[in-house]
């Protein structure tokens, strides 16, 4: 039954390269040309035996594995399965299950960094997106994210905005958009870190415009945190631009509510 797990790995193989340092990235590239395969069936391939030995090696992983599987057997498709996100309320608090359809953590220290649903914090009576650091010295950088495919939209202009919260917020904020090709190469990227959000600033809208190149695959996109503080995010749309109007991209799979 673990055997399935490939495919799921297959399916996220993309997400690989948002977490590895530039150091690990060349290692990685250096094993794949050895090994004859892309960075991308290489890193899969690796990824997928380290998922099949935790979900052995763990009662509790294993026992959530079979209930998955059982879903999308269900739903005869993988696509409509939900991973539950188990996040902690606070530090020192009892941990509840928070669902956060379509996002994912991220980021070069994603323990260092809470994602979830809030609830309390609206904007236009509608629940926000959330990350904020677990610690006053928190390293590196979380995202809440995600990822789609975007070749349906080569050689066209798109939008990405959204409404942006923030509370004590150390290093910084921003908005972020990436695109990449078949190989994980980056062909435009922005993630205004030439214009930060920081400290406390109230709910503002932000969007960042872009070409999508005839090499484009993947497009990622989200909200990063660097270092201690909080970050709410709310109303995020994907547009397509022509003729001075914008249009709602509704046939992307990405979930843009919470």
């Given at each position: ?7 799921v790995t297959m399916a996220i193989q993309n997400r690989i390269s948002v ?12 094993a794949a040309g050895l090994d004859g395969s892309t960075t991308a069936t ?217």
């Amino acid at each position: 039954m673990l055997n399935s797990c490939y495919n799921v790995t297959m399916a996220i193989q993309n997400r690989i390269s948002v977490t590895l340092s530039p150091r690990i990235k060349k290692g990685l590239e250096l094993a794949a040309g050895l090994d004859g395969s892309t960075t991308a069936t290489y890193a899969s391939q690796l990824l997928s035996s380290a998922i099949k030995a935790e979900l052995k090696d763990s009662p509790v992983l294993y026992d959530k594995w079979l209930q998955l599987e059982k879903e999308a057997m269900e739903h005869e498709s993988w696509d409509d399965v939900v991973s539950p996100m188990i996040i902690p309320v606070d530090e020192g608090q009892p941990v509840k299950q928070v669902l956060v359809k379509g996002w994912f953590l991220s980021g070069d220290n994603p323990d260092g960094y809470l994602v979830g649903t809030d609830k309390n914090v609206l904007h236009d009576k509608s629940a926000s997106g959330f990350i904020r650091s677990k610690r006053d010295e928190a390293k590196g950088f979380g995202t809440l994210m995600q990822q789609t495919d975007i070749t349906k939209y080569i050689d066209n202009k798109l939008s990405l905005s959204a409404y942006i919260k923030t509370k004590e917020v150390k290093g910084w904020v921003g908005l972020w958009a990436r695109i990449d090709d078949k190989n994980l190469e980056v062909l435009w990227f922005d993630n205004m870190q030439s214009k930060p959000i920081k400290g406390t600033s109230d709910w503002k809208k932000y969007e960042t415009k872009f070409d999508i190149p005839k090499e484009s695959v993947t497009l990622s996109f989200g909200i990063l945190l660097v270092g201690p503080g909080n970050a709410w995010i709310n109303k995020v749309e994907l547009n397509e631009l022509s003729d001075n109007k914008k249009k709602s991209l509704k046939d992307l799979k990405v979930e843009l509510g919470f």
